[in-house]
């Protein structure tokens, strides 16, 4: 009796320390995925900071111009004036490379997408606001003296490179916006046997099989948001190939069929068309 309740007692404590073990794991595995993020986090933040301190020494730069602008004649007041101007074309450059490698990691972070999102479109801004500002500060330097002027030229393509850079996101933007569109993209039709044939989509019991079929009979959807398709009719055969599993026909009051696909990304694994005939 004594050995049977040793060896009970010994798989208890196995056992316990096998849970112990699972447990232990689990808690690192939890902190490591906490570590990683609060990493992360703050690597965002410290751009986030270094690009709002580049402003504001931009704005002391501004300032210390301002004051030496009264007075142009004098070489001390020139040199602050060229000196500054160059520390501003400098931390302009650096904020929009920073502003830049946010946007980057906007694609993958894990950190509030939506807030981080807002956050980078103000930091653009407030860039876009202190380069039209930088220009204005130019023009009224070079009434004064043309020499100062030409460092102008520098900002104005600092101002364009931003204006390329903006416009080149935005074109990469659509472009991924019409490519995930057309991933996305399917089409479907219903109709009676002879209308099905009439477009030459059903032809001698066969369907799609002729390259001559009339695709503009076909209605367009999105198969993230069309999941629900009315077929009006008492009876209805899918004659495509979709996935059993990834759809049903249901009856509404009136007994008219209604197609619900439940699985989008199975459905339309096998076709991205879509044909049922209804009588």
Request: proline letters at 1%; glycine letters at 4%.
């Amino acid at each position: 009796m004594i050995l049977p309740l040793c060896l009970w007692a010994l798989t208890a404590c196995n056992e316990g320390k096998k849970a112990e073990e699972r447990a232990q794991h689990e808690r690192d595995s939890l902190m490591q995925i906490i570590d990683e993020k609060e990493t992360e986090l703050n690597d965002i933040m410290g751009s986030i900071n270094e690009i709002q301190e580049g402003f504001r020494q931009i704005n002391e730069a501004e300032g210390r111009i301002t004051v030496a602008n009264g007075n142009p004649e004098a070489a001390s007041s020139r040199e602050v004036i060229h000196e500054n101007m160059s520390f501003i074309q400098a931390t302009m450059r650096q904020n929009r490379d920073k502003i830049a490698q946010l946007k980057q990691k906007l694609k993958t972070t894990t950190v509030n997408v939506e807030k981080l999102t807002k956050t980078i479109e103000n930091l653009q801004q407030q860039l876009d606001e202190q380069t039209k500002h930088v220009q204005e500060l130019l023009a009224q330097l070079a009434e004064k003296d043309i020499t100062i002027a030409e460092q102008g030229e520098q900002i104005t393509e600092l101002s364009d490179s931003v204006s390329t850079l903006q416009e080149t996101n935005r074109k990469k933007e659509e472009t991924i916006q019409a490519q995930d569109a057309d991933l996305h993209t399917a089409w479907f039709v219903f109709g009676t046997k002879n209308e099905l044939k009439d477009q030459k989509i059903l032809q001698k019991g066969n369907v799609l099989q002729s390259g001559d079929f009339k695709r503009d009979y076909f209605t367009k959807i999105d198969t993230r948001i069309d999941k629900v398709i009315k077929l009006y009719s008492k009876n209805a055969e899918i004659l495509t190939n979709h996935p059993s599993g990834s759809y049903r026909l249901e009856r509404d009051n009136k007994k008219e069929y209604t197609l619900r696909i439940t699985d989008p990304d199975k459905f339309w694994s096998t076709s991205r068309y879509l044909v049922i005939q209804v009588k």
